[in-house]
Structure formats: structure tokens, C-alpha cells
């Protein structure tokens, strides 16, 4: 059974911090991704990160700002957001297991979560 959770979005000023987490199961996980929707925009891809070797890859964006990251059993990966702006603002989505060519555009994903929405001001 596959099920991907998001939780730990909410409201905060600009320059502080949030970490989203994303509680996974039915099996390992080969990629996982996050992605943010702000209204009546486009899903934007934000980070990826490879279970197996631990690789990340970011927006340039939230480069130097957010961090992707696995607990040691690699059933939640995390993203912590640090010196949030106001255009960070959306809705916060998880996915997993990447089907090959761009992680940037969220049909090539298998699996998602129903996001978690976060509020900068």
C-alpha cells in the first residue's frame, strides 16, 4: 500500500522556519521529491534527493535556504525551510519515485502526497 503523508506546513513572518515532513509507506522509495503550487500558479519543483546515494538537488530559488533530507530508515523525508519568504508561500507536496528524465515536472512522479500549505508574510 502506497501512502505518502505531508505534514508540519502552517503560517510564519519572513526569516523564519518551518520543516515539512513527509511520513511514506508501502515500500523503498528509489527518489523523492517536493514540489509548491502558490495560487493559480504551476506546480514548481523544489528539491529531489536519492535514497540510495543521498544526492540533492534544488531550485535555485531556495538554494542555500532549504535542505532535503532522509531519516536513517528512509521512511520520511524531510525539508527544512529556513529564512522563508513571502514567495514561498503555497501548497507543499511530496512525491516519490521518479520515472527518469526531468524530476522537474511533476508527471514524471509516481507517487503523491495531498500536500500541506505554508504561509509566509
Known amino acids: 500500500h502506497v501512502q505518502l503523508v505531508e505534514s508540519g506546513g502552517g503560517s510564519v513572518q519572513a526569516g523564519g522556519s518551518l520543516r515539512l515532513s513527509c511520513a511514506t509507506s508501502?515500500?523503498?522509495?528509489?527518489?523523492f521529491g517536493w514540489f509548491r503550487q502558490a495560487p493559480g500558479k504551476e506546480h514548481e519543483w523544489v528539491a529531489t534527493?536519492?535514497?540510495?546515494?543521498?544526492?540533492?538537488f534544488y531550485t535555485a530559488s531556495v538554494v542555500g535556504r532549504f535542505t532535503i533530507s532522509l531519516v536513517n530508515a528512509k521512511n520520511t523525508v524531510y525539508l527544512q525551510m529556513n529564512s522563508l519568504k513571502p514567495e514561498d508561500t503555497g501548497m507543499y507536496y511530496c512525491a516519490a519515485d521518479h520515472f527518469g528524465g526531468s524530476w522537474t515536472l511533476k508527471s514524471h512522479w509516481k507517487y503523491w502526497g495531498q500536500g500541506t500549505q505554508v504561509t509566509v508574510s
Open positions: 534527493i536519492y535514497t540510495s546515494a543521498g544526492s540533492t
Open positions: 508501502g515500500y523503498t522509495y528509489s527518489t
